[in-house]
């Protein structure tokens, strides 16, 4: 995970059993489009920050899975070359 993120532009992870709170570098390699399309399609899950935090709230299982479930939401706002 810590991996990922850091090739990512995450540069602070804070998931606990409501949700996950992640912060982004100012340059980054997060797809804007793929975290607005997010926002939009679960506003209730989702919400923004400022331009560097992304808010996700959710319950998420303890260990492995909630580190899994993090992974998971990062990926998916991997910006393609």
């Known amino acids: 995970l810590r ?9 602070a992870i804070d998931a606990g059993p409501a949700g996950a709170r ?6 980054h390699r997060v797809a804007p489009e793929k975290v607005i399309a997010r926002l939009q ?6 919400r923004l920050e400022g ?8 319950d998420l299982p303890e260990g492995e899975a909630r580190c899994e479930a993090t992974l ?6 991997r910006r393609t070359p």
Do not use: D, H, Y
């Not at 991996?3 to 540069?11: D, P, R, S």
């Not at 399609?41 to 989702?46: A, G, T």
């Not at 331009?51 to 959710?58: A, D, S």
């Not at 998971?72 to 706002?77: A, D």
């Open 41 to 46: 399609q679960n506003p209730s899950e989702f």
């Open 3 to 11: 991996l990922v993120a850091q090739e990512m532009g995450v540069l």
């Open 51 to 58: 331009e560097q935090i992304l808010r996700w709230r959710r």
């Open 72 to 77: 998971t939401l990062i990926q998916s706002l």
């Open 22 to 27: 992640l912060e982004f570098a100012k340059t």
